[in-house]
């Protein structure tokens, strides 16, 4: 298909046999530290951190998303849609894909982000874009002189954590009414809102859900 022409990874073949690893998370309490930093830095990666706690999108995927593709105002809940761009010079567009068939979604937006992004919304260009950093589409990284002062709150982190986050939290959390706790968000949910496959996230992920349940049955 179109995304193999355009994107290697999908044809790269994975070990039969891959060691099971626990995944990292960054903690309320680094995310709450983390906000100013990225914020006092500079707007656009204030941005970038926000959509990556609170979608779990990949970076790439945050660094080429257009204000064209957010629908703070759509009904019932505000939306933001992942997709390839064809280049366009006059408008500072240029030429991203996806990495799979699968990330090509609409992605919903939780109020905490709906709330941070309409203070900076725009009609056009990118949302994560700086006049004083130059911001690589291709491979999203971040500037050092950040990466220090995050790492100095957070280790252990990259970039991916902040999807590791989002994941864990969207399966672990389930939605709280009236001060009760409902039920999980289903694990195929969560796999259609991060563009991955379910077989993924339950290999990846579901070890973080409580075994309490086990004598429900």
Known sequence: GWYHSENPAPLIKMLRHRPITIVRTISDKEIELL??????????????????????????????????????????????FVRPHAEDKEKGIVRSTVKTRRSERIVPLKTELINYLRPHCKTSGYVVDSDKYKICREQFDLPKKLLKQVREVCPQFHLHLMRHTFITNALMGGKKKDGKKQEPIPSVKVAMWVGDSVQMILDTYTHYIPDDSIDSF
């Open 35 to 80: 906000t100013p930093i990225f914020v006092k830095f500079n707007q656009a990666f204030g941005l970038f951190f926000q959509l990556g706690i609170h979608t779990g999108m990949r970076r790439t995927e945050i660094a080429n998303l257009l204000w064209a593709d957010v629908d703070l105002d759509h009904i019932p809940r505000a939306i933001a």
